[in-house]
T-cell receptor, first 114, second 121 residues
Framework: SQQGEEDPQALSIQEGENATMNCSYKTSINNLQWYRQNSGRGLVHLILIRSNEREKHSGRLRVTLDTSKKSSSLLITASRAADTASYFCATDSDRGSTLGRLYFGRGTQLTVWP | GAGVSQSPRYKVAKRGQDVALRCDPISGHVSLFWYQQALGQGPEFLTYFQNEAQLDKSGLPSDRFFAERPEGSVSTLKIQRTQQEDSAVYLC???????????????????FGSGTQLSVL
């Protein structure tokens, strides 16, 4: 399976602290994306990083990608209670037969306490 | 509409019953995906449409699952003779990406609906 795996499975922090989540995957990719899911809702796209990029920023989000280690990290700075959600990494495939589908990990459940 | 719309929001079915789940993608989005999300897990790919063509159905778990998108917009996921193991959230997503861009193409971001939570008793 090409499914990414997030680490840790659960993370609990105080407001204002930074939250770091990691993702590892198994095969070569074109891009890696991070999504957020609030309880009982669909997933919301956060950021996409391409395989030739090493770091990307979007507001309080910072994503890194190390293709040699097949890993990525998502950093949320100055966290807020509203950041409480599950975070998933998703990888695509560079194989023609499976182009178009994304492979999701099990997610990291982030809880930010006020 | 402004986003991907799915209905019903919740569906309770007796084992053996047939169900139909509807997805209304964002207008103009060529690609449509169905994913299944079990409790505490990440979404798992089921099937992919480009316009009305079903280009990938390799994720459908059995021949009881059938999806269609006859006019290239609204899609329906049908599950026949539901089993308890079919209980999950079924997510629909759409995007502007198309497979025609070739092997160098990258999948643009997906826009997800809120899902249909299916409970089979």
């Amino acid at each position: 399976s090409q499914q990414g795996e997030e680490d840790p499975q659960a993370l609990s922090i105080q407001e204002g602290e930074n939250a770091t989540m990691n993702c590892s995957y198994k095969t070569s990719i074109n891009n890696l994306q991070w999504y957020r899911q609030n309880s009982g809702r669909g997933l919301v796209h956060l950021i996409l990083i391409r395989s030739n990029e090493r770091e990307k920023h979007s507001g309080r989000l910072r994503v890194t990608l190390d293709t040699s280690k097949k890993s990525s990290s998502l950093l949320i700075t100055a966290s807020r209670a509203a950041d409480t959600a599950s975070y998933f990494c998703a990888t695509d495939s560079d194989r023609g037969s499976t182009l178009g589908r994304l492979y999701f990990g099990r997610g990291t459940q982030l809880t930010v306490w006020p | 509409g402004a986003g991907v719309s799915q209905s019903p929001r919740y569906k309770v079915a007796k084992r053996g019953q047939d169900v139909a789940l509807r997805c209304d993608p964002i207008s103009g989005h060529v690609s449509l995906f169905w994913y299944q999300q079990a409790l505490g897990q990440g979404p798992e790919f089921l099937t992919y449409f480009q316009n009305e063509a079903q280009l990938d159905k390799s994720g459908l778990p059995s021949d009881r699952f059938f999806a269609e998108r006859p006019e290239g917009s609204v899609s329906t996921l049908k599950i026949q003779r539901t089993q308890q193991e079919d209980s999950a959230v079924y997510l629909c997503a759409s995007s502007l990406w198309t497979r025609d861009r070739g092997r160098s193409a990258t999948n643009e971001k997906l826009f997800f609906g809120s899902g249909t939570q299916l409970s089979v008793l």
